[in-house]
């Protein structure tokens, strides 16, 4: 097969949408456009159905209950539901919540919000490999704690936290328990019941379907969770999240499932094979090393530093062919490298030189091989133009150097 | 973010990289930057003491494509030059050749300090007063 440039390798940032899933939506935007909340026709009826419909696809594929998901635009807006949902609704019984510093954004700044609004936040820090520690995280639960709220996958580096130990914590303290699922929900199985889940944020795009749809997971047994809505409407969504129901995208959610419910388990295991090997054959490169705990990862991602080259520089050297992404936030006005990297307690240097791999459903082999080549070839074109390198090299201690920060 | 073309073709054919005889009184050695915030020059020149004419300027750069690009320029616009020359090369005019954006100013920025760095470098070398620097935040 020839090979197709350019090659897509950030399927963290967004997946490309299977055809099967277009396929499903089509009829639902011209020709069976009804909206989902009228009752009294044929138009809402047929829409109402596609949506029930949808609604069951997404639910087996986490082991829910239909009347559990909830709709929304996307994983932020869930994440924000839950978050914000969870601290209005059982604000009788405290304000404290729990979460860790390698969060997505999206949950992050949602907590900086309830902090603002007079709410306790705790951020735990994560270990060098990126898991939480499970002690800390039982210590920091305090009789004001109404939530845990600890991410599934890492988008960064794919570290996949205890969901069973972390969800067994929070039973034993009465502590909800929410999780951005993400970048796991059709990657990995993910069984809320299974895994102690309460409340779970995850997102259409991420997993070959459209963008603008996501869902959240709210438990209604044991415990029954209920969170205050935080748009105010119609009273769609059993009230949690009022807007007339974006049928064609919740009809690609539904089918996007199904795909991953069937495909998941073999993709998994053909994208770490695959995730495997380019892992390895970059390794052979010397000072090169993989960012968080390799066990207990997503079977797509790989984070790799490439000490002495700085990850901008890197990807100029095949991002006309290569699309990836790198810890280094050079572009980005504040300098800052990546906050996840920092987390796991990275240097700024070799922070600044990552690279994030993000495999998915269409990456083959000849992609792999066209990319360990191109990216050995940048590395070593560059370190030969790296003065740290050089002095790697000739036995100088870099951190010994008074270096004047900027 | 878009390179320009000229961004481009320094950091795919970059001139000059490479080092000098550090120990040469005759040569200057400018080591500007920091790792942890992604950009290191290190830029050096070389000094004819008959004609006093910069003969040779090599640099190694740990940055992104503007920061090499940027050092590449600077060691090219370098040579032929007098010492007094060279310290006329402003920021701002790298940012012009290069076409670089607002974020890759400090880029520029860093090659001047590079620039003046190997220069004084050179003249403490051969009993000249250190020039000082005018304060810049980057």
Not at chain 1, 14 to 33: G, I, Q
Not at chain 1, 178 to 184: E, N, P
């Amino acid at each position: 097969m020839e090979l197709k440039l350019p090659i897509y390798l950030d399927n963290n940032a967004t997946t490309p949408m299977d055809p099967r899933v277009l396929e499903a939506m089509l009829p639902y935007f011209v020709e069976k456009f009804g909206n989902a909340a009228s009752r009294n026709h044929s138009f809402g009826w047929v829409a109402e159905e596609a949506v029930d419909y949808a609604r069951e696809q997404v639910a087996k594929l986490i082991n829910a209950d239909p009347k559990e998901i909830i709709f929304t635009s996307g994983a932020t807006e869930a994440d924000n539901l839950a978050i914000k949902g969870v601290y209005e609704m059982y604000a009788s019984k405290g304000n404290h919540i729990i979460t860790c510093t390698t969060e997505h954004k999206a949950v992050l700044d949602t907590c900086k919000h309830i902090e603002k609004s007079g709410g306790q936040v705790t951020y735990l820090d994560v270990q060098a490999d990126g898991l939480i520690d499970l002690a800390e995280l039982e210590a920091a639960i305090t009789d004001k704690t109404i939530l845990i709220a600890i991410m599934y996958g890492n988008n960064e580096i794919g570290v996949i936290q205890p969901m069973r130990e972390i969800s067994k914590i929070a039973r034993k303290h009465g502590v909800l328990f929410f999780t951005d699922g993400t970048q796991a929900v059709g990657k990995i199985p993910v069984d809320v019941n299974a895994d102690g889940i309460d409340l779970m944020a995850f997102s259409g795009h991420k997993m070959y379907g459209p963008k603008g749809v996501g869902a959240l997971y709210v438990r209604r047994k044991n415990p029954r969770v209920k969170v205050t809505s935080q748009m105010d409407g119609g009273g769609h969504e059993r009230g949690m999240r009022s807007g007339t129901l974006n049928v064609p995208g919740i009809v690609g959610l539904g089918k996007a499932c199904e795909l991953c419910m069937h495909e998941m388990d073999a993709e998994a295991a053909r994208l770490s094979v695959m995730r495997d090997r380019l892992e390895s054959s970059l390794m052979e490169l010397e000072e090169t090393y993989v960012n968080g705990n390799r066990e207990h990862r997503l079977p797509h991602t790989a984070n790799i530093s490439f000490k002495y080259v700085e990850g901008e520089g890197l990807m100029m050297g095949f991002n006309k062919n290569i699309a990836l992404s790198s810890g280094s936030a050079c572009t980005s006005a504040s300098l800052e490298p990546s906050y996840v990297l920092k987390a796991l307690g990275l240097g700024d240097d070799l922070a600044h030189s990552s690279l994030r791999f993000g495999l998915g459903r269409f990456t083959t082999d000849e992609q792999i091989d066209f990319t360990i080549d191109a990216i050995k070839n940048t590395v070593i074109k560059l370190r030969e133009m790296s003065p740290l390198w050089e002095m790697f090299k000739e036995g100088v201690d870099i951190n010994a150097i008074e270096w004047a920060h900027h | 973010m878009a390179y320009s073309e000229k961004v481009i073709d320094h950091y795919s054919n970059p001139k000059n990289v490479g080092t000098l005889d550090k120990a040469k009184t005759n040569v200057g050695t400018g080591l500007v930057g920091a790792p942890e915030c992604g950009d290191v020059m290190r830029l050096q020149i070389e000094v004819d003491e008959e004609s006093g004419l910069i003969s040779d300027a090599k640099f190694k750069t740990f940055g992104c494509g503007s920061a090499i690009a940027s050092s590449s320029l600077a060691t090219e616009w370098l040579k032929g030059k007098t010492v007094d020359q060279a310290l006329a090369i402003d920021n701002m005019d790298i940012v012009e050749e290069l076409n670089l954006p607002p974020v890759k100013i400090h880029c520029s920025v860093l090659a001047e300090d590079a620039i003046k760095a190997a220069i004084n470098d050179y003249r403490v070398k051969n009993g000249l007063p250190e020039l000082v620097a005018e304060k810049r935040a980057h």
